[in-house]
Structure formats: structure tokens, C-alpha cells
């Protein structure tokens, strides 16, 4: 090997050497998701101490974040004792209805009924994602689950219902979350059902 | 400075950006991307979701730099081909995509939109390898070959 050969294998090594200790090292640097159960009003379902704690980040428009809420459901169901369950906003941009689905469940939430809205409008979501308008299918769903129609009103006019929802995503992001479903199952990050589902199974084993 | 050149270190940007912006997120994110185009089996998409943007990374910058210019290039070939072949396959059975991954979160892009930025990437490519006297320019390899 030439001089001129054994430099350039040298600097394809320091090359290597340079991009895998600098994407670690912004890694590092970053550190690791941080788990924490809310302390604020937390829309929850379980014990805190239970010894599977899922905290799930969804939007109320994405298909995936349906199918994962049916199975959670049905997890919870047949195990009630094991699963501590807490559910954070993430609409997403893309999904037109998702700021405004959270609202209706947000302000749900507010006169007790955040899991009777929460599993209306993911059992009906095929029905008002691909609207125009959904304002009446989630105003049926509120007649459905009694709402108080005046302080409905009221709580959707409410910067606050915005300020709580946006918190949530923030609280995501900060969590690196960037798609949805996103689960933090004991701490373990897990993005969409598949995972999920595989994860519970073993958890429970 | 030589347009092939420029086309060189521009094809090289956006796969380094590529890789660095899903070796930067958790690589579960990078993992639900692949498992909803349903091409990699089961206990290989994990695998591939840790390893296959350092591969994209690499090709990027000795494409940049212009070290192994040819090596790179055809490694970026190869993965773009994959690509194609991934999204198309993913477009024919109407697997229900919002968004192909491809850059993380940093751009959305539709899967018929990728499908055609692709193909230009591919050509532009092979190109790049057809007309490797020139794109070898203002390169580490140039300098290495003096």
C-alpha cells in the first residue's frame, strides 16, 4: 500500500470514526424520553401503582390510534388490576378535525365524560374524518353523551381548552413523539399498535 | 465551480440530512415507517430501522466529500432503486400512507409526490456515475489520484 492509499484509508476510518461520535454525542447529549404521569387532571384510567403504566399519545383522526384504543380497551378489560392508562393529546396538522375532535373530548372531560366522548369519536370516526364539517356528528355525539349544551359552549370558546390540548403535544414533543399512536409502556417508547400490542403480550407473560 | 459537481454535493446533502434527522429521533419512530410500508418481515425491521439510516448517512457525506465517489454513488443508486421499489410497491396496493417518512417529521411529503422525486433522484444518480470524470472534481478522490 502506498502512502497516498494508506492516507485515504485512514480518513475514510476517521470519517466513519467522526459522523458515529457526533450523532452520539448529540444523542447523549439529548438524553432519553422522560416518562411522568400528569399531575394536572390527567385523563386516566387504572391505578398509578399498577405494574404496567401506558401513557399513550393519540389523535382523535388518525385510523392506528382507533385500532389501538379498542385494543387497549380490551386489554384493560380482561386485566384491570395491571394497567395504569393515561391518554395525551397530539392532534396532528395534517388531520383537519383532530384540534377540534380534542376540544369536544377536552370539554367532555370537563363535566366528567372525557372516556364516553373519547370512545364515541373513535367508534364513529370513519363517519366524521372524511366531512367537510363534522360540527354536527360531534354535536350528536355530545346529545349522546348528555353534555350540559351551554358550558359545552361555553368550554369550546375557552382559551384554556386550547392551552391544555396544545400542553399535551408540547409534552410529546419534548418526549421526541412524533407520530401517532405513540406509547410510553414503562418508560419503553413505542410507536403504533403493532409494537404495542406485541409489548402487552409479553408484559403480561 | 463545476454544475455536476454541485449536483454531487446536493444529492449527498439530502441523503446525510436524511439520515441524521432519523438517527436523531428515537429510532421507533423510523421503525412505524417501515412497518406501514409491510415489506420487512417481523424480526427484521427493527434491524433495519436501527442500521439503514447510518447507511444513508455515509453514502450522503463521502458523497459530499467525494471519497469512494464511485463506491457511494452506486450504494446511493442501489438505495434509491430500493426506494422505488418500496414506495411504488406501497402506491400499487394502496397501503393506507399519510406520508412516505422519508425525511422523519422534517418534510410530509405525498407518496405519489415521492414516487416522481425519486425517479428524478435516480436519473440525476446515474448520471453522477455516467459522468464520473467530471463529478470526481473538487473531490478527495481527485486529490488522493494526483
Not at chain 1, 42 to 71: R, T, V, W
Not at chain 1, 97 to 126: I, N, P, T, V
Not at chain 2, 115 to 143: N, P, Q, V
Request: with cysteine; glycine share 6%.
Amino acid at each position: 500500500m502506498n502512502k497516498k492509499s494508506s492516507k485515504k484509508f485512514f480518513l475514510t476510518i476517521l470519517i466513519i470514526v467522526v459522523c458515529f461520535i457526533s450523532i452520539s454525542g448529540v444523542k447523549l447529549f439529548k438524553g432519553h424520553p422522560i416518562w411522568a404521569v400528569s399531575t394536572q387532571m390527567p385523563h386516566s384510567k387504572g391505578s398509578p401503582h399498577a405494574s404496567i403504566k401506558i401513557i399513550e399519545y393519540m389523535d382523535f383522526q388518525c385510523p392506528a390510534c382507533a385500532n389501538g384504543a379498542h385494543l387497549l380497551e380490551n386489554f384493560i378489560k380482561n386485566n384491570p388490576d395491571k394497567f395504569y392508562l393515561e391518554v395525551r393529546y397530539y392532534p396532528l396538522e395534517m388531520h383537519f378535525h383532530a384540534m377540534r375532535a380534542a376540544r369536544y373530548a377536552e370539554c367532555a372531560g370537563r363535566q366528567g365524560k372525557f372516556w364516553a366522548m373519547h370512545d364515541l369519536l373513535f367508534k364513529q370516526q370513519s363517519t366524521w374524518a372524511p366531512l367537510l364539517n363534522a360540527e354536527p356528528v360531534f354535536g350528536e355525539m355530545t346529545k349522546t353523551i348528555n353534555l350540559d349544551p351551554k358550558r359545552l359552549e361555553q368550554c369550546l370558546a375557552d382559551p384554556t381548552t386550547d392551552s391544555r390540548i396544545l400542553k399535551d403535544k408540547e409534552r410529546g414533543k419534548a418526549q421526541e413523539v412524533k407520530s401517532t399512536p405513540t406509547y410510553f409502556v414503562n418508560n419503553k417508547m413505542l410507536v403504533g399498535t403493532v409494537n404495542l400490542e406485541k409489548e402487552l403480550k409479553s408484559s403480561l407473560k | 465551480m463545476n454544475p455536476v459537481v454541485l449536483i454531487r454535493i446536493f444529492i449527498g446533502l439530502i441523503f446525510t440530512v436524511s439520515g441524521t434527522e432519523k438517527l436523531l429521533s428515537p429510532y421507533q419512530n423510523f421503525l412505524y415507517v417501515i412497518q406501514g410500508y409491510d415489506v420487512v418481515p417481523a424480526p427484521l425491521d427493527e434491524w433495519v430501522a436501527r442500521v439503514f439510516p447510518w447507511i444513508e448517512l455515509m453514502l450522503g457525506v463521502f458523497t459530499i466529500l467525494g471519497l469512494w465517489t464511485i463506491w457511494a454513488l452506486r450504494g446511493l443508486l442501489i438505495v434509491t432503486a430500493v426506494f422505488l421499489c418500496v414506495v411504488g410497491q406501497a402506491v400499487w396496493r394502496n397501503l393506507p400512507i399519510e406520508k412516505c417518512g422519508c425525511f422523519g417529521e422534517l418534510v410530509s411529503i405525498p407518496l405519489p409526490t415521492i414516487l416522481l422525486m425519486d425517479s428524478i433522484l435516480w436519473i440525476y444518480i446515474a448520471y453522477l456515475i455516467i459522468r464520473m470524470e467530471r463529478t470526481s472534481r473538487c473531490s478527495l478522490d481527485e486529490y488522493f489520484s494526483k
